[in-house]
């Protein structure tokens, strides 16, 4: 199974780009689907999840984007999309889709497949 970002860029303070996440080799239907970064010397956080059909398609968002990123999903086509809006400097950085939570007790700690990571530069 294979996941392949696209859709990142350099764009000034409150622009737009959005990011896809194209999945192949297996299908991502049944699985919860998120978004990570990774910022310039900082560790990598969670933006962004989505849960499949049977659990709602629930939303979840790092309280950094909220209101400003949007997690969406097409099942039909495997692929997994993030539209950021007003943008700003700290959004910059190595976004990465990841597909299939791993749990260990309930609470998802890693997941089973990841992108290789696409590159957001926000300027002032």
């Known amino acids: 199974a294979q996941l392949v970002e696209s859709g990142g860029g350099s764009v000034q303070t409150g622009g737009s780009l959005k990011l896809s996440c194209e999945g192949s080799?297996?299908?991502?239907?049944?699985?919860?689907m998120a978004w990570y970064r990774r910022a310039p010397g900082k560790e990598r956080e969670l933006v962004a999840s989505i849960t499949d059909d049977f659990k709602g398609f629930k939303k979840d968002y790092v309280d950094s984007v909220k209101g400003r990123f949007t997690i969406s999903r097409d099942d039909p086509k495997n692929t997994l999309y993030l539209q950021m809006d007003s943008l700003n400097t700290e959004d910059t950085g190595v976004y990465y889709c990841a597909a299939c939570a791993a749990y260990t007790g309930g609470v998802i700690t890693d997941y089973h497949y990841w992108g290789q990571g696409t590159q957001v530069t926000v300027s002032s």
């Open positions: 080799g297996y299908t991502f239907d049944s699985c919860v």
